[in-house]
């Protein structure tokens, strides 16, 4: 009779602990398939931040974009790869604003390759490339082209086994439209213009940094879902990202942006000390995607 009990008990602790497993899975997946859509719900139109650097009326800064011709020594590495995709994609959407056929051509090409890496299909990318030859002299169906590419590489993946490269790619692509802007803003030259007219021009393309918090938080929410933490190792850099944008986040919540932006200090926030801890924390984690 005792060993009946004994059973009737060993069962009844098993099943509960099957069942306490599968609802913590069902959380797991809930709380992942919100995160996704999130994230996917949120990708920007490609061309929006190139266009707010171009209406800045800064000219094209070449040593901003990353180099193109280091992309064969990203692809052997598919994190890295979808890392440096990112990066070319934001490139080439401001080499696209400002009409600068050579540099595009160039970062076409190495974001084009490393698509590949990430799963692209080879026929959709032949296609791409053969859209770009055709149109190559007209900027604005560049830009279609370039659009399409950006869709293939992310929302394309969605519900796929490679759709976690996507938010590795897009980890990148946020970290250099802040890189951009951030390299625009402190490069702007003192005397092109008088210190109210370059703060008029500057401070829309600053609330459009400060405006990024969002899509870091969109970004970092699916990173989390992502990452292993009992096995970080199991999808190697993805918990280095993760960590990376909660620290950025950090940076961003000590920004006190709405008072001062009430108190019409827009101009002294531009030069705030924790503005340049947020481009210090940018300028590091891109160091570390185009590491090689």
Known sequence: MKSLVNILLL?????????????????????????????FNNL??????????????????????????????????????????GLYLADLNYSVAFKQSSSTKDLFTAAHDLSKVIGIEQGILDFLMQRYNENISQNDSVKAVITEL??????????????????IAMSAYQIENLHLALGTLESYPKDLLPDDARSQVL???????????????????????????L?????????????????????????????????NQG??????????????KVKTIRNKIISI
Not at 13 to 24: D, H, N, P, V
Not at 206 to 229: C, H, K, T, W
Not at 267 to 280: F, Q, T
């Open 231 to 263: 096995n970080p190792e199991k999808n190697p850099n993805y918990a280095y990202y993760a960590t990376a944008f909660e620290e950025l986040i950090g940076v961003y919540q000590k920004l006190n942006v709405d008072d001062k932006i009430a108190n």
């Open 11 to 39: 069962s009844a602790l098993i099943f509960s602990c099957q069942k306490k497993e599968k609802t913590e899975e069902a959380t797991t997946h809930i709380a992942f398939e919100k995160e996704r859509a999130t994230f």
């Open 203 to 229: 401070i829309p393309l600053f609330r459009m940094v400060l405006g990024q918090r969002q899509n870091v938080e969109n970004i970092y929410g699916f990173l989390q879902s992502i990452a292993d933490p």
């Open 150 to 167: 950006f869709d293939k590489s992310t929302a394309g993946l969605q519900g796929t086994d490679r759709e976690k490269l996507v938010g």
């Open 267 to 280: 101009v002294e926030l531009m030069n705030d000390a924790v503005v340049m801890e947020l481009h210090e």
């Open 44 to 85: 920007k139109a490609p061309a929006e931040a190139a266009a707010q650097l171009q209406a800045t009326a800064a000219e094209f800064n070449p040593g901003l974009i990353s180099d193109p011709k280091n992309y064969a020594n990203y692809a052997n590495d598919e994190v890295k790869a979808a890392a440096n995709l």
